[in-house]
Nanobody, 118 residues
């Protein structure tokens, strides 16, 4: 079992920046990738960014060139740096751990609200 604890998030104006953090503990050896999903009201949860154990990263088209995911293996922590935020980035962001593609998620964080005002 992997436990994920998120921090960061909050309210920011359009064009601003926020950083999310996710600390993992427990059976880390079973994790092949970590990343972030988000869910806006009335919409499906979508994969925003992921990073694999060997450092490969992948982003949703809507956030590419604005968001950066990174991983500190020594601290078992993943970060999501979000720049040039837009109102449409408003959502609850969930940290996730699972398979390489992060399509099968074994563990979820508690979720953190990101609100971008126009």
């Amino acid at each position: 079992q992997v436990q994920l604890v998120e921090s960061g998030g909050g309210l920011v104006q359009a064009g601003g920046s926020l950083r999310l953090s996710c600390a993992a503990s427990g059976s880390i050896s079973s994790v092949r990738a970590m990343g972030w999903y988000r869910q806006a009201p009335g919409k499906q949860r979508e994969l925003v960014a992921r990073v694999t154990n060997d450092g490969r990263t992948d982003y949703a088209a809507s956030v590419k060139d604005r968001f950066t995911i990174s991983r500190d293996r020594a601290k078992n922590t993943v970060y999501l740096q979000m720049n040039s935020l837009k109102p449409e980035d408003t959502a609850v962001y969930y940290c996730a751990a699972g398979n390489v593609a992060l399509t099968s998620v074994g563990s979820w964080g508690q979720g953190t609200q990101v609100t971008v005002s126009s």
